[in-house]
């Protein structure tokens, strides 16, 4: 392009909030066909992935990893709960603080989701260095807008 074209700061295929949605929209509805066998959708994989990585967590501790306010993080809980794969009740060290705790058959479910990964890995047809410096950018993009 020289320096006298002008450069359309609005197209939309210039727009990185465009190209973040559609990213988004799509690598989300990759998980959706091997989530639906284990009964969970992307959010409450999500949640989830905090448990399998530490449980038990209070719900405070838990909506602060997974970046969500408690009115959207306590019906996936509640979903989750009634499918048997956490419990939730005071918690023993803080009975003002709600404990959120995986049963034996979330602690379970572990081993199915370990398939979800490399699918997905095979899927998008990136190497992991590839995926690695995507997830960088991506945590220095999320730090940038939420500072």
Known sequence: MSQTEEVDLLALDRQVCFALAVASRS????????LEPMGLTHPQYLVMLALWGESPLSVKQLSNLLQLDPGTLSPLLKRLEAAGYLTRGRDPRDERSLAVELTATGKALRAEALKIPPAIID?????????????????????AATS
């Open 27 to 34: 690598v989300i509805a990759l998980y959706r066909p091997l």
């Open 123 to 143: 899927r998008l047809g990136l190497t992991i260095g590839e995926l690695e410096s995507l997830h960088r950018n991506l945590t220095r993009v999320i730090a």
